[in-house]
């Protein structure tokens, strides 16, 4: 920026800061600048500066009450939410996280995904069977669906070792397990589950404790006799610069 244009910034800068001045303290030039009257500004700062404290205390406090409930009210249905969800997962779980994957089939919490030439699609773990066998030239995967259907699924050695074939079946053997083992647990998880959303629904002690805060709030602040009493001794410091200057400030 050039002198001049840092010239006018300044002159703009003053010119503000003396408007402000003249508006905070009306009457003229030597009311608002003159050193004679800085006890009469002083009086009027007193005054505005005890009610905008007071004011703005009992804004910050109300606020922080108002706060609380909402929070408590987001977190009361994020609460029930997740329950909710919970109950969602165990009545269909889906195909849960992933496990492993050998060429063609995809093995997942709950499902093991197939994509071959005669059947593309998930089987549920906890209805399927499965085994191997091997070959010199290739290994062989037999899966039986819950159907009964069977597929095969064939590995050239060449592509894929034996161990790794032998140590698929091993994990799919164990997310079965697994499954199975969930799946006879889930009528009693879900009714656990449906319990504690009933809980969860129904604890709603945070929200009333916030919502009595604030009620406590309100109410002693609506009693509060100090931003009255700020107000008037406000409106007397605005009478007296009135009458010393003709001019009532706002």
């Known amino acids: 920026m050039s002198a001049w244009g840092w010239t006018l910034l300044l002159a703009l800068a003053a010119a503000a800061a003396a408007g402000r001045q003249l508006y905070l303290y009306p009457g003229g030039w030597k009311f608002a600048f003159g050193p004679e009257y800085g006890a009469e500004r002083g009086d009027l700062d007193r005054a505005r500066g005890a009610l905008r404290g007071l004011e703005r205390s009992a804004r910050k406090e109300l606020a922080g009450a108002r706060g609380a409930v909402d929070t408590a009210v987001t977190a009361h249905r994020r609460r029930?939410?997740?329950?909710?969800?919970?109950?969602?997962?165990?009545?269909?779980?889906?195909?849960?996280?992933?496990?492993?994957?050998?060429?063609a089939l995809s093995l997942y919490e709950h499902v093991l995904a197939v994509s071959t030439d005669d059947f593309s699609g998930d089987l549920p773990l906890h209805g399927i069977a499965v085994r191997s066998d091997h070959t010199r030239t290739a290994g062989h995967l037999y899966l039986v669906?819950?159907?009964?259907?069977?597929?095969?699924?064939?590995?050239?050695?060449?592509?894929?070792?034996e161990e790794r074939v032998r140590r698929f079946v091993v994990d799919v053997h164990n997310a079965i397990a697994a499954a199975k083992t969930l799946r006879r647990d889930r009528p009693a998880q879900l009714r656990q589950a449906k319990a504690e959303l009933h809980r969860v629904t129904n604890d709603t002690s945070a929200q009333e404790d916030a919502r009595l805060y604030l009620e406590e709030v309100t109410a002693r602040q609506n009693d509060d006799l100090r931003i009255p009493a700020a107000r008037k001794n406000l409106a007397a410091a605005h009478d007296r610069w009135q009458e010393l200057t003709g001019r009532r400030p706002s």
Do not use: F, K
């Open 145 to 161: 669906g819950p159907d009964g259907r069977q597929h095969l699924v064939t590995y050239a050695t060449a592509d894929i070792a």
């Open 80 to 103: 029930v939410r997740d329950a909710e969800e919970h109950i969602a997962r165990l009545r269909d779980p889906g195909r849960g996280a992933y496990r492993d994957e050998l060429g």
